[in-house]
């Protein structure tokens, strides 16, 4: 079992990048410059989303600014868990602690797996008293709003795991997979979203059955993809 450890040190230090080696100047820069990019492709997501929604028309565009709302209100949770495991795990890889390192990462994710699940239940569960905070008037923005709160907010623990894992893998000196990962996942989501058929308008039903949503496949594909 103690070999078993060694070799596992051994390899982990072999495959994590050393930040305290060589040119700062270059040191930085490798590091900074796969983050950089993955931010602009994370924005690049959302001029996608935005794009296909527009198509729906700008009932569709209203709602989603209002769901958008407590998406962003929930990255405080997801920043805790990616801040409060990624800090001390890369300080405690740099003194060379691995099992400690790994405890960080441990609690992170099962920090990430309570408030992901936790806030999705809070969305589902309080879909129409979060709606009706902003006093909306058209039915067919409600409507769109309580269905896009209720994928990206109910599935917001897929998104929670993605930041912490990009927040973990920085960690270990890594930002070229996750820039890997964000990279294949823009043209996947631009790709299902223009397979994927036309969504039926709210419109035609939101007098009928108000509280059940409608989802379609270009709806969890450009909300969960994000």
């Known amino acids: 079992m103690v070999s078993k450890l060694q070799n596992l040190k051994k390899y982990w230090y072999q495959t994590m990048k050393n930040l305290t080696e060589g040119s700062i100047f270059k040191v930085l820069t490798r590091l900074a410059l796969p ?3 993955s931010s602009f492709l994370g ?3 959302s001029i996608t989303d935005m794009a296909w929604i527009g198509k729906l028309g700008s009932s569709a565009v209203a709602g ?3 769901g958008g709302m407590y998406v962003w209100l929930s990255n405080g949770l997801c920043n805790l868990a990616r801040m409060g495991g990624q800090v001390p795990m890369a300080q405690e890889l740099g003194k060379g602690n691995l099992s400690e390192a790994r ?3 441990v609690g992170a994710l099962w920090m990430t797996l309570f408030f992901g699940v936790s806030f999705g239940a809070i969305s589902l569960l309080f879909t129409d008293t979060m709606v009706s ?3 909306l008037e058209s039915p067919e923005t409600i409507t769109y709003a309580k269905e896009y709160l209720q994928i990206s907010c109910g599935l917001i623990l897929f998104s ?5 894992l990009t927040g973990l893998y920085t960690a270990q000196g890594d930002s070229k997979t996750p820039l890997a990962a964000n990279f294949i996942g823009l043209p996947v989501t631009s790709l299902t979203d223009n397979a994927a058929p036309p969504r039926v308008s709210p419109s035609s039903f939101v007098n009928i059955t108000p509280s059940i949503p409608m989802f379609s496949l ?3 594909a450009t909300f969960t993809a994000s």
């Open 43 to 45: 924005t690049a997501y």
């Open 103 to 105: 405890k960080y990462a």
């Open 133 to 135: 905070f902003f006093n």
């Open 218 to 220: 270009n709806d969890v």
């Open 160 to 164: 929670y795991i993605g930041t912490v």
């Open 35 to 37: 983050i950089m990019a």
């Open 64 to 66: 989603i600014g209002v």
